[in-house]
């Protein structure tokens, strides 16, 4: 009974996604929208006909030539992985060694620091400014004086909602000798994005994701958007069936329905920008005590005064969001889902 974990798992501690049965759940950037009863049959009717017994497709080829079509790209360009959160593990573990350099920002998506932790690189985290935006030129600086082999970020990011603009970016890869790998998770609620440069640059990579604009997060569904060499590579050091049959055939659904895509990403985009509305309109009525950040991908962040204290009393009324200490996060949801969560920051502040 001598066996002891190594420091690296004992240094580690579980993901955590809030529990517990709460009327409203505004805390993991999800859609609000459902499949209608057409795309539910179709599904059904694809589901009826699926050789269950058989292995997947290894390279979802009919999945992938669907979301190059959609993505305005090439199949040859598509890999797809199980959520973009497997293409995060495989691009840091395939494309760094032991001890390579990665460096990422602080605010951005907690997996990357993770995965360079499980792999073993070297983080440098830099801070982004005052504002929450990222120095690029700094990083730039970084990037060469460091030895960076690999840069990672959200665009928009989360958890700040705030996105870079395309020119910025294509003068940061142009710029620095890393692996630039561009998190487009929110892109769909920006319209920056880069996906039309894969091959412009020897080192740029994008993820996509079917988590967010697309509803589709049960189905751990993600996209590596880059040069064939790198879908190559990425191809060769994934596992091979790991995009289970069930997700291909419903993803391919999906695809084969741009406008159902678009229409959701409308509604998405919509609520969003009331939700936005109403955070500004609170910015004023609290005199500050609330302040927007950003909000830019289907969610807003924004400072709030006893941060810690606001995301408990809304709990305590059912309704749950994410708390950043000072900052909250509250996904855009339905419209009713978005007023209850109003009136109670309002109430918290107010007393009203
Ligand atoms: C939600 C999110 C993803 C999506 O991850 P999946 O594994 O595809 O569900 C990726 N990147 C960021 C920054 C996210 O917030």
């Given amino acids: 009974m001598g066996y002891k974990l190594n420091e690296k798992l004992e240094s580690m501690q579980a993901y955590k996604p809030i529990e517990g049965d709460y009327r409203v759940r505004l805390d993991a950037n999800e859609s609000f929208i459902l499949p209608d009863s057409k795309l539910k049959a179709a599904i059904r009717k694809r589901l009826e006909s699926l050789a269950f017994n ?9 999945l992938c030539d669907l979301a190059a079509r959609y993505y ?14 497997e293409l995060i593990s495989i691009i840091v573990s395939a494309f760094l060694s032991k001890g390579d350099t990665l460096l990422t920002f602080s605010h951005d998506f907690s997996m990357y620091a993770f995965y360079a932790h499980v792999f073993e690189a070297r983080l440098l985290q830099m801070s982004k400014r005052e504002d929450l935006t990222i120095d690029f030129e700094k990083a730039a600086e970084l990037c060469k004086n460091e030895n960076v082999k690999m840069v990672i970020f959200s665009n ?5 909602s705030l996105g870079a603009g395309k020119d910025e970016i294509l003068k940061f890869i142009k710029e620095v000798p890393s692996l630039v790998v561009v998190d487009e998770a929110y892109m769909d609620f920006m319209g920056q994005s880069l996906l039309e440069h894969i091959n412009e640059f020897d080192n740029l990579i994008i993820l996509r994701t079917m ?3 697309m509803g589709m997060a049960g189905l ?12 190559q590579a990425l191809k060769k050091a994934k596992s091979p069936y790991n995009v289970n049959a069930v997700s291909q055939a419903i993803a391919c659904e999906i695809f084969s329905r741009p406008l159902y895509i678009e229409n959701s990403i409308n509604k998405i985009i919509a609520s969003r920008d009331s939700l936005l509305k109403e955070f500004k309109r609170l910015e004023k009525d609290t005199s500050g005590k609330l302040k927007v950040v950003g909000g830019q991908a289907n969610f807003v962040f924004a400072k709030a005064e006893k941060a810690a204290d606001l995301f408990e009393y809304l709990k305590a009324g059912g309704l749950i969001i994410r708390l950043f200490d000072p900052y909250i996060r509250v996904t855009a949801g339905r419209n009713s889902e978005n007023s209850e969560v109003i009136t109670s920051i309002e109430e918290f502040y107010t007393g009203r």
């Fill in 54 to 62: 058989r292995y997947p497709d290894p390279l979802a080829g009919e």
């Fill in 72 to 85: 305005g790209s090439e199949p040859e360009n598509i890999t797809a992985g199980n959520g973009s959160d």
């Fill in 156 to 160: 928009p990011c989360n958890p700040t």
């Fill in 211 to 213: 988590s967010k604009a």
């Fill in 220 to 231: 751990r569904l993600g996209f590596a958007v880059a040069r064939q060499e790198f879908s």
